[in-house]
């Protein structure tokens, strides 16, 4: 018999970026994520899932992102 469904929210375990001006520099203690485009800066997002069951079967999933500054006036596409 399966499980009832259930819900789970998980937070962030880690994060980081990755800038291509500064290929080599550590920003893994930011407070934000940076993103820039064309690929100038993209954000890296690790999620701890050992509170899911093996077998688990995940059908509905989602994410909140709050944009806290902006420098352009154009629309952010972001692709996850």
């Known amino acids: 018999n399966p499980l009832p469904a259930q819900t789970i929210t998980l937070t962030g375990g880690a994060d980081t970026h ?4 500064f290929p080599t520099m550590n920003f893994s203690p930011d407070s ?3 993103v820039r485009s064309p690929n100038v800066a993209v954000a ?3 999620f701890d899932f050992s509170s899911l069951p093996a077998d688990a079967e995940v059908v509905d999933a989602r994410l909140r992102l709050q944009v806290t500054s902006q420098t ?3 629309a952010m ?3 996850v």
Do not use: E, F, P
């Open 44 to 46: 890296l997002l690790d």
């Open 72 to 74: 352009g006036t154009g």
């Open 32 to 34: 934000g994520l940076l």
């Open 18 to 21: 990755l800038y291509a001006w």
């Open 77 to 79: 596409n972001i692709k």
